[in-house]
């Protein structure tokens, strides 16, 4: 099935973006993490995708349907990632694949997105405003959501919204007090710092915002960094995207 075929090497190409993404930020995110964490962020991540690479480096993937490609990925995350994060971002995309099984659509990849968001709170038990990933995922799968089924935007410019909103998910946990994690027992000493898990998810949305540029024939202007960009917080996001205050 053509259309099958090309989704596998989309996923495949967003697997090599989002690993040399990793790679390229492994330093940055260890420093953010020395200042709340462990300091083991970036080379964690990086290990973890490093492994994802080789593991779909086979030709044992070319008969894989999209979802059961997806579903590897994340089982591939939980293998070599260590600590709380193989779980969050490995057992996520694994549990999330199977909202994949009718192939990759802006209707399967908006249900793939929320049970993705669904399992790290599950598994984080995380609110926005913990200072952790979920501020920059919830507004950024809120948004996405939001521009498919209220807005009908086309699946880029929607993946391209969200990704503007994870920014500013990942620009608001700067300012915050952390309540979860090893950055909680800092207490006050954590305000002024970045979130190391937020700034990741970011990363990852890039690169699939990137690579569907390529797959999907098109091109997006991300505005995140204007100074025309509303200064709405990751609520405000979420209450409008769930319908609170539609304008």
């Known amino acids: 099935m053509v259309d099958a075929e090309i989704q596998r090497e989309a996923v495949l190409a967003a697997v090599e973006n989002v690993a040399a993404r990793i790679a390229d930020e492994k330093s940055h995110l260890t420093d953010l993490d020395s200042a709340i964490g462990d300091a083991d962020h970036g080379a964690n991540m990086n290990r973890g995708f490093q492994a994802v690479v080789e593991a779909v480096d086979g030709d044992e993937v070319d008969d894989m349907e999209p979802d059961e490609l997806v579903k590897l990925v994340g089982k591939t995350i939980i293998s ?7 779980p969050l971002y490995g057992g996520s995309t694994m549990l999330a694949s199977t909202e994949l099984e009718d192939g990759i659509t802006a209707e399967t990849s908006v249900a793939f997105a929320e049970t993705y968001l669904q399992k790290v709170q599950d598994r984080g038990k995380a609110e926005i405003g913990a200072k952790t990933m979920v501020d920059a995922l919830v507004p950024a799968v809120h ?14 410019t929607a993946l391209s919204k969200a990704v503007d909103a994870c920014e500013r998910g990942v620009r608001y946990t700067v300012p915050l007090r ?55 917080s990751p609520e405000e996001t979420a209450d409008e995207s769930l319908g609170g205050e539609d304008e």
């Not at 948004?143 to 880029?156: A, F, G, R, V, W």
């Not at 700034?199 to 797959?215: G, R």
């Open 80 to 86: 070599n990632v260590g600590g709380a994060a193989g």
């Open 143 to 156: 948004t996405y959501k939001k521009s498919i089924e209220q807005d009908d935007l086309p699946p880029l």
């Open 178 to 232: 952390a309540r979860k994690g090893r950055a909680s027992y800092l207490d006050w000493r954590s305000v002024g710092h970045q979130d190391p898990g937020a700034t990741s998810t970011l990363y990852i949305l890039e690169e699939l915002l990137d690579t569907a540029e390529e797959y999907l024939d098109g091109e997006v202007v991300r505005d995140a960094r204007s100074p025309d960009v509303p200064d709405e």
